[in-house]
């Protein structure tokens, strides 16, 4: 079974880039769809971006689109989210998630991932 360990947030001014990493332990990596979702003080969990298990599919949610990029790197068991044109919207926890899959597609939907990383806190200022 994967683990899953994020990391790279930070406090980070409005305008500013932050890059956060998810590094994988466990089994075979490249088996597993991979996530990024965010849970806002006083908000609900939501879907950030997603990648498939070869990284040829991706998907973003529209608050994201053209500011975040998901990529992974399945040689070093590791998923990233390179965040930029921060907005202090944007401020919340934010968690990986994988799901093993034999698709290559790219899943947004929480309930439709089994593993979730502790979260890592990011701080945007205005």
């Known amino acids: 079974q994967v683990q899953l360990v994020e990391s790279g947030g930070g406090l980070v001014q409005g305008g500013g880039s932050l890059r956060l990493s998810c590094a994988a332990s466990?089994?075979?990596?490249?088996?597993?769809?991979m996530g990024w979702f965010r849970q806002g003080p006083g908000k609900e969990r939501e879907f950030v971006a997603a990648?498939?298990?070869?990284?040829?599919?991706?998907y973003y949610a529209d608050s994201v689109k053209g500011r975040f990029t998901i990529s992974r790197d399945n040689a070093k068991n590791t998923v990233y989210l390179q965040m930029n044109d921060l907005k202090p919207e944007d401020t919340a926890v934010y968690y990986c998630?994988?799901?093993?899959?034999?698709?290559?597609?790219?899943?947004?939907?929480?309930?439709?991932?089994?593993?979730w990383g502790q979260g890592t806190q990011v701080t945007v200022s205005s």
């Open positions: 998630a994988a799901r093993n899959t034999p698709n290559n597609f790219a899943y947004r939907r929480g309930y439709e991932y089994d593993l």
């Open positions: 466990g089994r075979i990596f490249s088996n597993y769809a």
């Open positions: 990648i498939s298990r070869s990284g040829s599919n991706t």
